[in-house]
């Protein structure tokens, strides 16, 4: 049952860090002349701190030291970086879509990845 609850409340965050990088990404494809790539990892940094704080004390309920927790979530939220460029950049350099189909792709595919760092990694639940 705790797995579940951390994967809803994983959700919830992620929905609201969503929420953040798809605002600034649109904002930036819509208004500038950035690479679709270049535009996702913005968008990332801007989603970033609102998800460590979120997921360290609601998701998982960590009480353990944040200066020890951040460089790994770093590292997972860079994993997960990584995979959404890639998927980008195949997306639409490759494949020709949209960006917003490349976007709606790597909502799909990068969060299980990050929930499964963020929990048996990162924060060691």
Do not use: C, K
Request: overall charge positive; charged content about 10%.
């Amino acid at each position: 049952m705790a797995l579940a609850r951390a994967f809803v409340r994983f959700a919830v965050v992620g929905a609201i860090a969503t929420a953040i990088h798809a605002a600034v990404f649109a904002v930036l494809i819509e208004t500038t002349r950035i690479d679709p790539v270049a535009a996702t990892v913005v968008a990332f940094a801007a989603a970033f701190g609102a998800g460590f704080a979120l997921n360290r004390r609601w998701t998982f309920g960590s009480r353990a030291n944040p200066a020890a927790q951040l460089p790994r979530y770093l590292a997972a939220q860079l994993a997960g970086l990584a995979l959404s460029a890639a998927i980008m950049h195949v997306a639409v350099h490759l494949q020709r879509w949209s960006p917003y189909a490349g976007l709606a792709l790597s909502i799909a595919l990068v969060p299980p990845v990050t929930f499964a760092l963020s929990r048996w990694w990162v924060f060691r639940a």
